[in-house]
């Protein structure tokens, strides 16, 4: 990303076209299930691409677990398909105040990883969405390892000291 394009926050993951009007199906990432209404301006990345495309929305609405987006000058499920399988960010202004128990998914980037004995055990290089949650992707000194972000592996973030707390307990015999 070059300075002149804004820093993104991650609020969805696209799934697929839906209906005949170029309606887009988006897996929400964000605590505010009704944050779609409010939305003007989104931006799409394809998952572990650099290339932004910025899409001006037409209209959105939500059933009980997804958003489906329309988007100005994309109006068939073939104009919406290249969308598929990506993530739909908004600008770092745009963002709502998180509740205090709560973190940005891009704000875990970059954190120190520490297990249940205060070791160090790496840094999160990714957040990579999986079909049930997120996941981790730690950095350690040997390999790349997976976390589930999940409260049964991730017992805190520390937003301030930029540290996430695990217990890998449950996973010792194969890392």
Known sequence: ??????????????LK???????????????????HAELKRVF?????????LELEVAGSRADQEN??????DLKTPEAVAHLSG?????ALEDRLELPDNMVYVSEVIGMAVLDEKGDTVGKVVEVQESGAS?????ATSKKEIH????????????RDAKVVRIDLSLLRDIL
């Open 1 to 14: 990303m070059n300075s002149s394009e804004p820093e993104l926050i991650l609020i969805g993951y696209t």
């Open 17 to 35: 076209p839906y209906g005949l009007f170029g309606e887009l199906k988006v897996r929400p990432a964000s605590f505010d299930f009704d944050r």
């Open 44 to 52: 799409f990345r394809k998952r572990n691409g650099q290339e932004i």
């Open 67 to 72: 958003w489906f987006f329309k988007f100005k």
């Open 86 to 90: 990506g993530q739909l960010l908004i």
């Open 134 to 138: 997120e996941l981790l992707v730690v």
């Open 147 to 158: 976390i589930p972000w999940n409260d049964h592996f991730v017992k805190s973030i520390e």
